[in-house]
């Protein structure tokens, strides 16, 4: 395999254990960095399923848990 495709193969992948990883696929995806480990755990590591297992929790009429404490007492 070549080194151009091994890197591309490496971009397309999200590291949860890297830090600063993390928050750059969070603010790709618009997503708490929470919400990406959680999907790197349910879907696995590639973006192209992350990026669609976010979309479907966001779908409309799907009930989305927010990160932020509720403001409402």
């Known amino acids: 395999m070549s080194n151009e495709k091994q890197a591309a193969e490496r971009a ?5 254990k890297h830090e600063y990883e993390l928050c750059a696929w969070a603010r ?3 997503a708490s960095e929470q919400r990406v480990r959680e999907a790197v755990q349910a879907v696995g590591d590639r973006a192209d399923r992350v990026r669609e297992h976010l979309s479907r929790r966001e779908a409309p ?3 989305v848990q927010s990160d932020r404490p509720s403001t409402n007492r």
């Open 12 to 16: 397309d992948r999200i590291d949860v």
């Open 28 to 30: 790709h995806f618009n």
């Open 61 to 63: 009429g799907a009930r």
